[in-house]
């Protein structure tokens, strides 16, 4: 995967969970929606910046086919990436929402959690997906 598209991917992923993460907080916390709408935004460009920087390190250790990665090897991903995720997210959230970092950080598991479904059912998807577009766009062999 070229940098331009680890940084489409990660766009596209940021762009989906920060619609649905400020649905969600809103829906189960009172803050109001202005609010939720500029933390998550800051938390989704850390999140961008860990992505991009996280999946090329797991990438160097677990090289081959995306498409083809075991069960085992996306859960030990998604729980990696989002455990990164919340050492640098907590603080940020807790800061800008003013809230102990005790709630931000029951906040963010919440969001964490609705994620972390959410990041594998999306990186499938889009694994497969990608691959079969690259697959179409290569010329067939007889």
């Known amino acids: ?7 489409f991917h990660a766009v596209l992923f ?14 189960f916390t009172d803050h ?8 998550m935004i800051v938390v989704a460009t850390i999140a961008m910046i860990w ?12 090289p081959g086919k995306k498409e083809q990665r075991s069960l ?15 050492f640098f997210t907590v603080p940020v959230m ?5 809230v102990s970092l005790w709630e931000a950080l ?17 990186n499938l998807a ?3 997906i990608r691959a079969w577009l690259v697959e179409r766009r290569s010329p067939a062999v007889a």
Do not use: P
Not at 1 to 7: N, T
């Open 94 to 98: 807790a800061y800008i929402l003013q």
């Open 32 to 39: 109001e929606v202005a609010h939720l709408s500029g933390t």
């Open 1 to 7: 995967m070229s940098r331009l598209e680890r940084v």
């Open 72 to 86: 085992m090897t996306r859960i030990n991903h998604v729980v990696l990436f989002e455990a990164g995720l919340l």
């Open 106 to 122: 029951v906040m963010d598991i919440g969001v964490t959690i609705f994620i972390t479904i959410y990041a594998f059912v999306f």
């Open 51 to 62: 992505n991009v920087f996280f999946n090329w390190v797991f990438d160097k250790f677990v």
């Open 14 to 27: 940021e762009v989906l969970a920060i619609s649905l993460a400020i649905t969600g907080l809103a829906i």
């Open 126 to 128: 889009y694994d497969h």
